[in-house]
């Protein structure tokens, strides 16, 4: 009677601590292979696809949030942390990532069993972002159609320096148009976004110039028409010199101002590198870089 009152103490303390440790069902491991279309199609009417096993940098977010899940390594039982958002080096690492989309996470604890994507071919800047992702979809289809315009996105931090996204666009490449999204601000500081400095033409400022990062959301530019007392005008643009020529106007007579979009070209041997720069006291912004293109062939 001893032995068996032994055996079911035994059986009731594995009970508890399977009850009292991690919750292994909760925690899903997800994986899908990143595919590019270029519009083309084969014989039969498939789309023709190619896989991407380099370049691919992603970012993984609470469902419709912009919360970062917390992730680990893909089916490791001991939880190794795995920084989010993915680089492109850990997604080529065949022991982390092996050239997929691929993590462990706990999506149930924020209340859904899904998560978002925001994937991102550094080689061009195309984007996709896959809502409701789960451990049941394995494959991610980035559109790369030339002719086509396209709107990317590439996160951001705080940087005091000018800082190399790893996004580079490609030769014959037409930027129509860059938005801020701020979403951690930092009070009285700003963030220029521009192609590589250090490349051939390249400006650290010219995409967008002294945005603000006082407010969270999309940042407007600040080159409105603007009533004054003597003349309407318009005050300073947030564009750069790349994307707008401008003229800053002011409540004087003749000084009204203006600008003039003018588009840029990733042409010949020229800057293609997007960054970010942030004004000296930056330590807390955060947020999304948006931009329009079109790869013209």
């Given amino acids: 009677m001893r032995k068996l009152s032994k055996i079911i ?3 009731l303390l594995l009970v508890g601590f399977a009850i009292v440790s991690p919750a292994q069902a909760e925690f899903k491991d ?24 380099s370049g691919i940098t992603f970012k993984v977010l609470q469902a419709d949030s912009d919360t970062a899940e917390t992730l680990y390594k893909y089916k490791d039982d001991t939880f190794t942390s795995l920084g989010n958002p993915v680089s492109g080096t850990t997604y080529a690492d ?11 996470t706990d999506p149930g604890h924020s209340g859904d069993e899904n998560v978002d994507l925001m994937v991102i071919n550094t080689d061009g800047g195309y984007t996709t972002f896959v809502e409701d992702f789960n451990q049941y979809k394995h494959a991610i289809v980035i ?32 930027i129509h148009d860059v938005r801020v999204e701020v979403v ?5 500081e700003t963030v220029d976004v521009g192609l590589l ?26 080159a409105v028409i603007t009533g004054g007392s003597n003349i309407d005008y318009t005050p300073a643009t947030t564009y750069g010199a790349l994307l707008v020529t401008a003229i800053t106007g002011s409540d004087a007579v003749a000084t009204n101002g ?3 979009y003018i588009g840029h070209v990733v042409t010949g041997a020229n800057a293609k590198s997007l960054t970010y720069t942030g004004s000296a006291g930056s330590d807390t912004q955060a947020g999304y870089i948006f931009y329009s293109f079109t790869r013209l062939r």
């Fill in 258 to 260: 203006g600008k003039s």
């Fill in 197 to 222: 400095s250090s490349e051939t033409s390249g400006d650290a400022n010219g995409l967008r110039s002294l945005v603000s990062v006082a407010t969270a959301g999309h940042i407007a530019d600040t």
């Fill in 184 to 188: 951690t601000v930092d009070a009285t």
């Fill in 143 to 174: 559109d790369e159609r030339p002719n086509v315009p396209h709107t990317g996105m590439i996160w951001f931090g705080p940087s005091t320096a000018e800082t190399d996204t790893g996004l580079d666009f490609q030769y014959d490449t037409q």
């Fill in 9 to 11: 103490a035994s059986a």
């Fill in 30 to 53: 997800m994986w899908a292979y990143v595919y590019s279309w270029d519009g083309t199609m084969n014989s039969i009417g498939e789309m023709n696809l190619t896989r991407e096993t």
């Fill in 94 to 104: 065949n022991t982390i990532c092996n050239d997929m989309v691929r993590f462990r």
